[in-house]
């Protein structure tokens, strides 16, 4: 375990699942004992109402939640050089974190985390499938960062 880190910014494809999962989670988890923020290589979709769903199962409130985009974080003042670690959680994301690397001193790492998105034919194993990537997101967490602290 390396622990937390004073920022991190997790990062997916659209910033409408698994970004904002892991923001949330990570949020609930460490308390304001770190910076976190979530961006999208784009923003072309609302938060995911499953994600929304299994995260209030477990406490973590993602309604009011706004997807953004690595460019629109730079334009709105969020500085990308300030992030001690980016967390690319989908193979597009880690490719826009590691070009940020060549402006900017960035750690990154790369979590493959289960896509949601499209699984499960019944509303359940749609449920299921978001149960699962959540639980990914946080095994992951506790392992890299520790167990919560709030």
């Given amino acids: ?17 698994r970004s904002p999962m892991a923001e949330g989670m990570a949020k609930k988890f460490y308390g304001h004992s770190a910076y976190v923020q979530s961006a999208g290589v784009r923003n072309d979709l609302e938060i995911d109402g499953f994600a ?23 334009e709105w003042g969020d500085d990308l050089s300030g992030f001690d670690l980016v967390v690319a959680l989908t193979p597009a994301s880690q490719r826009r974190a590691l070009e940020l ?6 750690e990154v790492e790369y979590w493959p985390i289960m896509d949601p998105g499209g699984l499960g034919e019944t509303r359940e194993r749609k449920l299921a499938a978001y149960r699962q990537t959540r639980d990914q997101l946080s095994g992951r967490m506790r392992a890299r960062f520790g167990e919560p602290t709030v």
């Fill in 101 to 106: 690397t060549r402006y900017f001193h960035l």
């Fill in 52 to 74: 929304v769903a299994v995260c209030r199962e477990i406490g973590v409130e993602l309604e009011r939640h706004r997807s953004r985009s690595f460019d629109e974080m730079r």
């Fill in 1 to 17: 375990m390396a622990g937390l880190p004073s920022s991190v910014l997790f990062c997916c494809d659209h910033n409408a699942v």
